[in-house]
């Protein structure tokens, strides 16, 4: 607050102060404590239809950024690439479209929030009606010159300052008018990106310290009138702070942004403080095909598909890639989501392990580099995922090191060859990933024994996933004394494979395959490998 002007009468400032076991841990119970007190739930973070399933992205790093197809204006090319995905069997749940679309005024910000005729000459509403799915749509801070403000002719209250060139809008009816139309053309999730550009370029929001406030409150508020999500993009941490009084904040980006072959893909950190106050973090979009001709970064490239794509994944949040026609590597897309595009994902994002983060503020005494976990809980059972990246020497982990507890003991494997790494997990057992970068990365999944006719089985799980245990897919897990039940969800006539191993043969994999009934719901029988409408 070193730039207010003043501060009102019984304006009240609270801190407060976590004593926790653990970085991790304490981070969380923290946001545990701030959301209860602010009210904010994890309801519209879990039900988000962006969070939960596969989308298309059109933001900076993607193909499509201020780029089109040759001789093709904005609508045609957003057909084709729909027509394209379609056609090869990618299925995108909702298409995002970025700041290329609308009206910029002074300074660059947004004049009018509508699409400009020469990138959709049928308008927006036209799109939305031909591709079927709902809209995500980014708007970036407002110009001084805005039609919407009543200095300008417009209907609503904005802050304009013309030596800034910036303005705000402080009018609760503008929200509702902005997202209430916007409805019509399909959108479900307002982006609104550059928060820090907003905040650092205007007087008020320096000098006045509740008009931040009050501006965020206000666009929550004409969000959920209108049963809308909204994503912060470029947040500050007051921003990630803000937000647990905006219940419509379901989604916040953890990145800089992406550009072809960056390291945008470190978001392991900032994944810690967005989670714990009841928000999905959001890596931003990538690509899935190391070149892609005719891009808008000058022959650029991306030779970390993989890891792009995983660390995507186990962010627990959206997944963008944002590739052109004829580009998208269908085989790794699908290794994020069922066939309906619903995201695999684990019970929460990849974030460092504490001993990480130690390293980094002593300089010793954990791991030279990126390690990563995260796991799925299904009906008491806990299976883990570790992520190494950049690691310049081999670094032992043991369960709770992982942060995985007492339910992370077992067996672990490796993603890259399962059958041949099986080994026991424990913490007099850990894993030793040896020294890796980003395009070797390790990935090592840790699995329970459940007792079963006298032996100890491993469930494996879906091998061709990332996840290879979501709580997407396996709803259920029940363990008798002759058999263990699998209930599983996806797409109608989907068809699932699942590994099983036992302890005492390690070498005999067993892979049962199935095919989801009209419900998308069945039972998995593992004792006989037989499967049954649910």
């Known amino acids: 607050m070193g730039n207010a002007s003043m501060i ?15 970085i991790n841990q304490a981070i969380y119970e923290w946001g545990d404590v701030l959301t209860r007190n602010y009210g904010k739930s994890r ?3 879990e039900s988000d239809l962006m969070v939960n399933n596969l989308g298309y992205y ?24 729909k ?80 030596d800034t060139q910036s303005a705000l809008p402080i009018d609760n009816e503008f929200w509702n008018f902005l997202l209430k139309t916007s409805r019509e053309w399909g959108l479900v999730v307002y982006e609104q990106d550059w928060l820090n550009q907003q905040v650092d370029h205007m007087h008020a929001t320096q000098n006045d310290v509740t ?37 419509a904040v379901s989604q916040i980006r953890a990145s800089n942004d992406y550009h072809p072959g960056n390291d945008n893909w470190k978001i392991g950190l900032s994944s810690i403080l967005i989670h714990s106050v009841s928000a999905a973090p959001y890596k931003d979009t990538h690509w899935t095909s190391i070149s892609q001709p005719g891009d808008p970064y000058f022959n650029g490239s991306e030779p970390f598909v993989e890891l792009q794509s995983v660390v995507s994944s186990l962010s627990a949040g959206p997944v963008g890639p944002g590739d052109k026609v004829g580009y998208m590597n269908k085989s790794l897309i699908m290794r994020t989501c069922n066939e309906d595009g619903v995201l695999l994902k684990p ?15 002593m300089g010793s005494g954990g791991p030279k580099g990126e390690v990563w976990s995260t796991y799925s809980d299904i009906a008491g059972y806990r299976f883990g995922t570790l992520l190494w990246i950049n690691v310049h020497e081999p670094y032992p982990v043991t369960p709770q090191q992982a942060g995985f507890g007492k339910l992370g003991a077992g067996y672990a494997f490796s993603d ?31 699995v329970p ?3 079963v006719n006298n032996r100890s089985l491993l469930i494996l799980g879906e091998l061709a996933k990332w996840v290879k245990m979501s709580p997407q897919r396996v709803l259920d897990i029940v363990s008798y004394s002759s058999d263990v039940i699998l209930t599983l969800q996806g797409a109608v006539n989907e068809v699932i494979e699942f590994t099983t191993v036992y302890t005492d043969d390690l070498n005999t994999p067993h892979h049962i395959t199935c095919t989801l009934p009209e419900s998308g719901i069945m039972q998995m029988h593992l004792s006989n490998g037989q499967c049954h409408p649910y």
């Open 8 to 22: 009102p009468k019984d304006f009240n400032y609270e801190t407060i102060v976590y004593y926790g076991q653990g």
């Open 43 to 45: 309801a519209a973070m």
């Open 58 to 81: 059109t933001d900076n790093g993607a193909y499509y950024y201020y780029n089109t197809e040759p001789n093709k204006n904005y609508e045609d090319t957003m057909l084709e690439a």
């Open 83 to 162: 027509a394209y995905s379609d056609s090869v069997g990618i299925p995108y749940r909702y298409w995002m479209i970025d700041s290329w679309w609308y009206f910029k005024g002074l300074r660059g910000g947004c004049k009018n929030w509508t699409a400009m005729p020469d990138i959709f000459p049928h308008g927006l509403k036209y799109l939305y009606d031909k591709i079927d799915l709902p809209i995500q749509a980014h708007n970036r801070w407002w110009a001084a010159d805005t039609d919407y403000a009543k200095q300008n002719g417009g209907q609503f209250d904005f802050i304009v300052e013309k």
């Open 211 to 247: 008009i931040g406030r009050t501006w965020l409150l206000q666009m929550g508020k004409g969000a959920s009138m209108n049963d809308m999500t909204i994503q912060y993009c470029m947040p500050m941490p007051r921003h990630i702070l803000q937000s647990v009084e905006v219940s």
């Open 347 to 361: 019970s929460k994002p990849a974030t460092p392990i504490d001993l990480q983060i130690y390293r980094a503020a």
């Open 416 to 446: 890259e060859d399962p059958m041949k790494t099986l080994v026991k997990f424990d913490d007099q057992n850990p894993l030793n990933q040896h020294k890796c970068g980003k395009g070797d990365f390790g990935l090592w999944h840790s």
């Open 449 to 451: 024994e459940i007792q």
